[in-house]
């Protein structure tokens, strides 16, 4: 078994370690070339940080790396770590966490966080047994939404850039990965106010736009009640971006978070679920 840095291997060989390391998984993630780039630069991804693992000249194993500074911390990000269907349970993600650890170190991480789908018991035992804990709940939903919005208010939208977010005193920057504004510079972000001039709420989000030229469906990466803020909000938020049905779909939200519940109780469903894990290194 011999280890290679991402930025040592070809595409073909990386993507190859990638497809194949997910192969009958429990979420299809198949990527062709073009995605797996977009995915590399989008989420902050290392190359020369990110492994794969190889038996002879075969590519068997994967882990993605990324890093920022999250709250003040320099943060990794597990962007997925995946193994061959015939090599799995013969000791390569002990291999491969073991120097996915080892990156960590040299790097001088503070803390290392990675998403793991609920039902993957032995993905989920084998994090706990580097130092890892389930910190967060983290759900996947989508549906058809119309925004219904009972009671007038006077709400004052700013749509400003994602970039615009971190320097917003309320915004909160510790969130799971894929959710930061840094992940998401081709979405879009609104701040909410009330009467008061008071941020009652902000939202990161993209829009997905038909061939028709109309809306085909909104993703959220966030969308945040804040102290003055109340949950008959949310319809005149999401109402900003449109006031027809609309298909959405949420990226890993909170299980806890009020807005979640608004919206499974309006219509939307759990697709995926997941936990957030981290790891204080040392």
Known sequence: ??????????????????????????????MNEEMFLNRLVGEGLYPELSIVAFDHHNPVGIVLNGFRQIAGKKTSWNGGTGISPEYRGKGISRVLME?????????????????????????????EKYGYTITNQ??????????????????HVETIRPEQLPHLSFYQEDVPWQCSWQSNKQG?????????????????????????????????????????GDV???????????????????VNFLASNPVTSYLMDNGLEVKTEQVQMKKKMN
């Open 99 to 127: 120097e996915t650890i080892a990156i960590y170190e040299r790097e001088n991480v503070e803390i290392a966080t990675l998403e793991a789908i609920k039902e993957n018991k032995v993905a989920i035992a084998l994090y």
């Open 232 to 250: 008959e909000n949310i319809p005149h938020f999401i109402a900003s971006i449109t006031n027809h049905k609309v298909k959405l779909a949420t």
């Open 188 to 228: 879009e972000a609104k701040v909410f106010y009330n009467d008061n001039n008071a941020a009652i709420g902000y939202m990161l989000y993209r829009i997905v736009w038909g061939k028709d030229g109309a809306i085909d469906h909104i993703v959220l990466y966030q969308l945040e009640l804040l102290e003055n």
């Open 1 to 30: 078994m011999k280890i290679k840095t991402v930025s040592q291997c070809t595409l073909e060989e990386t993507l190859k370690a990638w497809n194949k390391g997910f192969e009958e998984y429990f979420v299809e993630i198949k």
């Open 138 to 155: 983290l759900l996947f939903l989508s549906g058809e939404y119309e925004a219904k919005v009972e009671k007038e208010a006077t709400i």
